[in-house]
């Protein structure tokens, strides 16, 4: 598997009922502390390994920093990877560090599995439901938290969802038929939502009212707090999505905002999916939703009512 139909990760066969699942993911700080820093970066590297359906195994540092940045800052980024690669049950074996003005801190991540198993973001059929298993909201929020604009109490939501491994929501979902999934990260929901129909040649229909949101993100949306990536997303969407009915403008943009170690997204079959969805809001976390559905292809790719 490939970059063919913007799988979160590639696949290589190394025997039949063998392959190696590998991934690579960093970005400069989006939170001031270093140790959450850290954290986040791991877990959203992980992530596009629980996106295939499997586990992460090994990892390997990728740090730039600049000579100015105290040890102990430097020390704490790299503190907070490692304990999240231990959270996931994965070993951190090394990696490598370069000068650079700006810090950016991420992983490459190695996992194994059947390849049978391995899940994909193009295998969604008409009739499946979408379940999103966290929050939307982490770019506004995060570009609020820069200027100022939320206490850190207020702030503290989005840097739990963000440094939450996807884990545990990762091995919920095998225990179900699942025929796709994707974590939504950069391109935000709405993105990666064409993702999915693009490579499964269906449509996908969002359910705007459905969609979980982290606190104050709407409202900080409503008085225009967004990140540059949420207008570039919504650039590269026009004529890719079709609005039903009165989708509040608020929700066309928190549907674009891009996320930064955001859910996975999940296609299967109606009656197993709302089982699933009520397993994760019991077991796993209370924002688990299903926000859409799978649809023969229509006027467009992404439709959302």
């Keep these: 598997m490939g970059f063919d139909t913007s799988d979160d990760a590639c696949v290589y066969r190394l025997r039949d009922n063998l392959a190696v699942i590998q991934t690579v993911d960093f970005f400069p700080p989006m939170v001031d502390d270093p140790y959450a ?10 992530s596009d390994i629980y996106a295939m359906g499997a586990k992460p195994s090994l990892a390997m540092n990728l740090l730039c920093y600049p000579t100015c940045l105290a040890q102990e800052t430097v020390q704490a980024i790299l ?7 231990k959270e996931a049950g994965a070993v951190i074996a090394g990696g490598h560090t370069i ?19 391995i899940l994909r973001n193009s295998g969604a059929q008409p009739g499946d439901l979408l379940i999103l298993t966290k929050p939307l909201g982490i770019g506004v929020m ?14 503290s939501p989005a840097i739990e969802s963000m440094s939450m491994l996807n884990r545990a929501a990762c091995e919920c979902m095998l225990r179900f038929p699942v025929h ?7 391109f ?4 990666h939502a064409l993702e999915m129909g693009l490579g499964s040649g269906a449509s996908i229909r969002l359910f705007s009212d459905a969609l979980p949101l982290l606190p104050k993100a709407r409202e900080l949306a409503e008085m225009g707090i967004l990140p540059a990536g949420a207008y570039e997303n919504m650039r590269y969407m026009q004529g890719k999505v079709t609005y039903r009915g009165k989708v509040a403008r608020v929700l066309r943009d928190l549907i674009a905002d891009p996320q930064t170690s955001g859910g996975l997204l999940i296609a299967l079959s109606a009656a197993p999916a709302r089982k699933l969805c ?18 023969d292809h229509g006027e467009n790719t992404v439709i959302v009512e």
């Excluded at 996992?111 to 198993?117: M, S």
């Excluded at 935000?188 to 993105?191: A, H, I, K, T």
């Excluded at 009520?278 to 799978?294: D, F, H, Q, S």
Aim: glycine letters at 12%; one cysteine or more; charged letters at 20%.
């Design 79 to 85: 503190a907070g990877g490692y304990e999240k690669v």
């Design 278 to 295: 009520e397993r994760l809001a019991n077991e796993v976390t209370p924002w688990a939703r299903i926000v859409g559905e799978v649809v």
């Design 188 to 191: 935000g929901l709405l993105g």
């Design 142 to 155: 995060t570009t609020a938290a820069k200027a100022d604009l939320l206490t850190a109490a207020e702030f």
């Design 37 to 46: 820093f850290g954290q986040i970066a791991a877990a959203n590297a992980l």
């Design 180 to 186: 796709a999934c994707t974590d939504v990260t950069g």
């Design 99 to 117: 000068q650079d003005p700006e810090p950016k801190y991420g992983l490459c991540v190695s996992g194994f599995a059947d390849p049978a198993k």
